[in-house]
């Protein structure tokens, strides 16, 4: 079974901390040329004298410093990932292989379209790809994560209402069980933000609608299957009475891996989305990035699409810029095109036999672990989950042990922390999504760690709260860190 | 659910977002419960309207955000912020140590006194927290 030990690691010190006066990682040679001097090719204000406080290292300094740090890292190489919400799926080194291609990596952003036909055929085959996923006619691929993609379709789905005269059409629905970054992009575009309520069923029902169905309605933020894992079974009759009411429809699409290939957004309704290339479609997400968000749109708003759109100019494609109603441009050039060609790869990999098989495997792990699990944590709700599963610490709580103590227990037995407190409509949530990545071996160790984590917690409660112990460093100071935080590193520490 | 004890002063009225007000001198005085302290942990951030806001009853005025979670403030009652509890900005923790004393957030210059009634009573709130809680 999986089992976190303790191997060598290291204490690593910053590289201001390791840096010596004089060292070097490499000598350069005496230049062959006349040296210029700077004070006779620049202004007076870009020059300065000296440049204090870079640390001075060896080669051998630095590769020993980032090796260190590397071995701290956890990463869906080293084992399950099961961080809800986040599709921490599998990257296929195939992918890699393909955005390496000498003829796409080292292809020049400024080429002309004549040149790049390659690429910009690429890229069209995603877009058609999205589209047939998502139900959806036209796709961009520029917004460069997710939460780009929500600003990008909230602000097509404002310049919709805009051009049909109707530019009061401000205000956005997003149920309480939707993704966090919802409210966020909707108020970053200037929009009002409405949190309905779900129902205790956990499910966004009609009549919370009800209150908001006006000529101020803009648009409903939806993310189905909803942040407690649950599909919005009334997704099609949400969407009736929004259009009714004169808005659109718009469905974050990070949740997409408990739909693909089997269920399309278009077909509940949905009018304006966004795919996380980086949890679906199995592309990295890196420390931050880059990511890659693309949004699909029905027809009626593709005159609003980001600059530049792929035409097809009879057999040859060509960017097109002008295009008067469009929301402008969102990102250079045609997006982050090394990490969608990782998706086209996926995509093209698979096949859309093999998307769906994905959604259905997601979908049972999923549940696989529900009903292994049920039994020692507690659930709030009873009906299946679609590809992630939500329980709380409701029945370790009495013993003093927290969702926060199992998700740091979790680390000493070799596993990523899962999403912890969130979705907020549940107390103590504790969000688990294991993709369809992992094998029934690597679910029932997981299983079997949790409920060790469960029997710990009943028997000996001190061994979850003390937790971890096998990590190099323990429990840290969030509290200390969130009220006092050390932004940068200063000599005398 | 664990068997946990708040504190509710008889003193203050609540919303069912969790603030609670009290009048002092004309003033609303107002801020967050001890159940919601509670259930937010650790407090390390409270974002606060300008002073001179006019705040309509139901309104999103600020933002209160924990090592677990962010919470919405919502205003009681109408009226205009005439003062804000300047001391959270570098400790946050008396949210949580004293909810209702050095923890308090705002003071409202109310457009109705009279609308404080309309808001629960201690043990109206008390009951309201049990029923949530699922108890």
Redesign the interface.
Known sequence: MTQARSGLVFEEPLLFERSRPGRRGLSLATPEVPQADPADELEEDLLRDDVEGLPELSELDVVRHFTRLSQWNYGIDLGLFPLGSCTMKYNPRANERVAALPGLAQLHPLAPDADAQGVLALAAELEDALAAISGLDRVTLQPAAGAQGELVGMMMIQAHHRARGEPQRERVLIPDTAHGTNPASAALNGMEVVEVPSGPDGLLHPEALEPHLDERLSALMLTNPNTLGLFERHVEELSRRVHEAGGLVYLDGANLNALMGVARPGDMGVDVMHFNLHKTFSTPHGGGGPGSGPVAVREALAAHLPIPVIRRDGDALALDEDRPQSIGRVHAFLGNAGIWLRALAYVRALGAEGLAEVTRCAVLNANYLQASLSDVYARPHRQRVMHEVVFSD?RQ??NGVTTADIAKRLMDYGYHPPTV?FP?VL?GALMVEPTETESLESLDEFVAAMRAIAGEAAESPETVTGAPTTPILRRLD??GA??KPKLRWTPEG | MSEKSYDFPENCRYTDSDEWVRLEDGLALMGITDYAQSELSDVVYVEQPEVGAQLEAGQNFGVVESVKAVGDLVAPLAGEVVRINTELEDSPELVNEEPYGRGWLIALQPEDEEAVESLMTAEEYLRHVEARSGA
């Open positions: 409701e709580q009495p407190y907020l107390s969030e509290v969130a009220r």
